[in-house]
Structures are given as C-alpha cells and as structure tokens.
C-alpha cells in the first residue's frame, strides 16, 4: 500500500466499460440500417455508402464513450454530438433515394442520434435537436414521395426508446462513480484528521518543553563560574530533550493520545459510512492502558490504509486472547493492485511495535489485505 494519488476506482473502470458495451450493443445496430435497407445503383455508391456509415459509427462510438466518460468536457460532448449530427445528415440523401420501397432507414438512424443527445447535452437543447431531426425526416419522406407521418413517428419513438434505455444504465454508473467520489474524500478526510491530530500534539509537546530548554540553556550562561551548577543543569537540558523527543516520536505515531474504545467507534463509522460491510470483535478487557493504546493505533492506520488503498466489500477486525498472546487481525476483501513500497504509516507502526515488545506485520492474503498484530509476553 502506497501513499501516493491512486487512479480510478477498478471497479468504477469496469463499470464504463460495462455501459459502453450495452450502449453499443443497443444503439451501434443502427448503423447497418443504411446498408441493409438501401440500394446504392453503383459501386462507387456502395463505396461512398460504407465510407459515411463508417464515419458515422465512429461518430456514435465517441458520443457513447464520453457519456460514460464523467471527466470529459461539456464543450467536448458537444462537439462529439455535432460529428454525429452532421454524419446523420450527410446519409440523408441516400437514406431516402436509395431507400427500399416500404423502409425509412435514415428516420431510424435520426431517432437513434436523437435519443444519445439527452446523455452528452443539457435537456433543452437535446429536445430541440430531436425536434429538428424529426422534421429533417418528414423534409425527406416529402421529396423523395415517401410517407411523411410514419418516418416523423418512426424518429420519435426511436428517440424516446433510446432515451429511456440509456438514461437508466447512465444514471447508474453515474450513481457509482458518485458513490466512489464519496468513498474518496472519506478517506481524504480520515487523513487530514489525522494530520490535524498530529499537528495539535506536536504543537503541545514541543512548545511547553521547548519553552523549558530555552529557560535552562539561559540559565546555565548565568551559571557559567558555577561548575557543579551547569553540570546539573546541563544534565537536565539533556533529560529535556530525551524526554521530548520520546514524547515526539509516541505524538507521531499516536500512543498515548489515542482511546480504543472511541477509536472502534470511529472505525466502525468510517467504514460503514464508506459502504463497506464491518465485522468488530474487540473486546479491551484485560489489556492495559498502554496495550489499549498500542491497538487502537493499529486499527487507525490499518483503517486509514483500507479507506485509501483498496476496494473493499468487507472489513474484520478481530482481537483473539490465550494466555501469552494477544493478536489483533485487521483484513479487507478486496486490495487493490499498485506498485511502490508500502505505506511508511505501517512499515513506522510496525518499528513502534518491536520497541514495545509486539510484532506487527502486513500483506497480501489472497485477493486482500491484512494487518496482524502480535502482543507476547503478558
């Protein structure tokens, strides 16, 4: 687990594609309408015909794409809807000319272009082009003497079935891509506690003991024609600094200032706030204040550590007793793949540990993640 930005959500990436698949496979037929239902006269026809359904099945599939895309532009999506516009057009003469008797392909194409507008554009201006579309269509039935009504109806309610379908599978992926937008400033929050926790308790330890060494180192110039007298406080400044830099480095990494009880409640409401199912089973009965410290630590930063590096589903947190040992297993579902070293919270815990007698270790478990905490000796 690193600390570096982590990319997209796997599953959010999955998903897209997930909807840009259905989408397709929904949608993406119409572009074999205008070879299947038309007869070009020529080869050269046939060519011109495949080249601009070509063009226009790019045109859809960028449209497509960008609908499931949240990160593009709305400058961008217009103009991906304009291409495909102006490829539908430009198989209007064909559409209608080379039409078999009976058929309205290009009114079909017009009610598919029609109804991906409302996932790239605002709801107004998508209307007004699916009105436009729908009168392009009854221009052309009128001059190439097809029936008008049908090819207007025909536009219109490919429209609408192509609205309704893409709407709903849309609104879903934008719902989880929301969803993990959540989760993501969730964890960034965690953190920036965090930081805000170690900030307060620096501010804390070093202001009051810096203040001290400052007065002690004065006093030991004042005492400078007094041997045993800077000795002894030259003696204490020393203690003072030993001392502080214990205080320092317990701040650090949160011993002391970290309450288990209240550190199980916090978890638990992160993670289910997150969306991720938490099993706890901790009971601190029998483990000493600085035991109860010590594990509550653990839990933060393995906590911190599942917000911002995994995809987890489910989360266990176990705390299991015998009569030499304490072990405290943190584990998630679903790790997710990166590179780098691991996370310096884990690997500096982990030193933390060994001064105080506990072993702390962490890894892959399958496809998960766990934090094992090991306390001899009691």
């Not at 003991?209 to 180192?217: D, M, N, Y």
């Not at 990494?253 to 970290?258: L, Q």
């Not at 000493?288 to 410290?293: L, V």
Request: overall charge neutral.
């Amino acid at each position: 687990m690193t600390t570096s930005p982590t990319p997209p959500a796997s599953r959010v990436a999955r998903a897209r594609l997930v909807v840009l698949a259905i989408l397709l496979a929904n949608v993406g037929w119409a572009v074999g309408l205008p070879i299947a239902l038309t007869r070009p006269p020529t080869v050269a026809a046939w060519a011109l015909q495949v080249g601009l359904v070509a063009v226009l099945a790019l045109a859809l599939a960028l449209v497509l794409w960008a609908a499931v895309t949240p990160w593009v532009e709305s400058r961008a999506r217009a103009w991906l809807l304009i291409g495909l516009v102006v490829a539908t057009l430009a198989l209007w003469p064909s559409g209608y000319a080379w039409a078999d008797p009976g058929t309205a392909p290009w009114a079909w194409i017009a009610g598919f272009t029609a109804g991906v507008g409302p996932l790239v554009l605002r709801w107004p201006v998508a209307l007004w082009l699916g009105v436009g579309l729908a009168g392009v269509a009854g221009l052309g039935a009128l001059l190439w003497d097809r029936p008008v009504l049908p090819n207007v109806l025909i536009t219109v309610g490919m429209a609408v079935v192509t609205v309704l379908m893409g709407q709903v599978v849309v609104w879903m992926l934008r719902l989880l891509v929301a969803a993990e937008a959540g989760r993501e400033a969730e964890a960034s929050l965690a953190v920036s506690q965090e930081r805000l926790r170690l900030a307060r308790d620096l501010h804390d330890v070093l202001g009051h003991r810096l203040s001290v060494i400052a007065l002690k180192a004065e006093l030991i110039g004042e005492l400078a024609a007094e041997p045993d007298a800077v000795r002894a406080e030259a003696e204490q400044v020393r203690g003072l600094a030993s001392g502080t830099l214990q205080e320092v480095r317990a701040a650090v990494h949160g011993y002391g200032t970290v309450d288990l009880a209240e550190q199980l409640r916090a978890a638990r409401l992160v993670l289910t706030s997150a969306g991720i199912d938490t099993a706890l089973d901790v009971d601190p009965a029998g483990l000493r204040p600085a035991e109860q410290q010590l594990v509550a630590a653990v839990i933060r930063e393995a906590v911190t550590n599942i917000l911002r590096h995994s995809d987890a589903q489910h989360v266990s947190i176990d705390l299991t007793r015998t009569a030499d040992v304490a072990t405290l297993v943190v584990v998630n579902d679903r790790a997710r793949a990166t590179g780098g070293d691991p996370g310096m919270g884990l690997s500096g815990l982990a030193e933390r540990c060994a001064q105080l007698g506990a072993r702390l270790r962490s890894g892959p478990v399958g496809e998960g993640f766990e934090v094992r905490m090991e306390l001899a000796g009691r």
